[in-house]
């Protein structure tokens, strides 16, 4: 049960629903606890849900990539409510179930066996240190730099703030999954 009870989105103050609901178009489906539970706070609920959309949709960094880095953040974090999400989503973008679970229930970061391809290696890498160590090795930054280019590298580590606050905020509160999500 949660800490602290998620919010009826529909009960936001204006201009915050509002708000909220223009940086929702495009998004189906029910509306899920994190969003619920960050509406405690409207103003940020709005640029928490536009920064989100931009890390989805403004970004090019490859989304297969973005998953696995988002995989690694919340395997690290112990995260559940957003690993869970994520590995479907990564399913859906034709990451293999094998990937998924290494990072889920082992230490691939490096692992040639379960990361044939040298990018996703060093991305998940680079995810790996940034989390654990916050500052990366010049070996690490070296391998991920020599596949992607700044604004890549930049939206690599974007994503692993993002995942972290999100990671510390749903542990911290003890975010409940919702009732019908279901994980492939």
Do not use: C
Not at 85 to 93: P, W
Not at 125 to 131: C, G, K, P, Q, R
Not at 138 to 149: G, V
């Amino acid at each position: 049960m949660a800490r602290i009870p998620p919010l009826d989105l529909d009960q936001l103050p204006e201009p915050h629903k509002a708000g909220y609901e223009a940086a929702m178009v495009g998004r189906d489906g029910p509306r899920i606890n994190i969003h619920r539970t960050v509406a405690h706070s409207p103003e940020v609920l709005v640029a928490f849900v536009r920064f989100a959309n931009a890390l989805r949709n403004g970004t090019e960094l490859d989304p297969v990539l973005r998953e696995l880095v988002i995989l690694t953040v919340n395997r690290v974090k112990g995260a559940g409510y957003e690993f869970g999400k994520h590995a479907n989503l990564a399913l859906s973008l034709g990451v293999p179930r094998a990937q998924i679970d290494a990072i889920e229930h082992g230490e691939p970061w490096g692992d040639e066996a379960v990361f044939p391809d040298p990018v996703s290696r060093a991305v998940v890498t680079l995810a790996h240190e940034a989390v654990t160590n916050v500052r990366v090795s010049d070996a690490t930054w070296a391998a991920a730099a020599s596949h992607l280019d700044e604004r890549e590298l930049i939206e690599v580590l974007l994503h692993v703030g993002m995942y972290s606050l999100t990671a510390h905020l749903t542990e911290a509160v003890e975010v409940d999954i919702e009732p019908w999500f279901q994980r492939r």
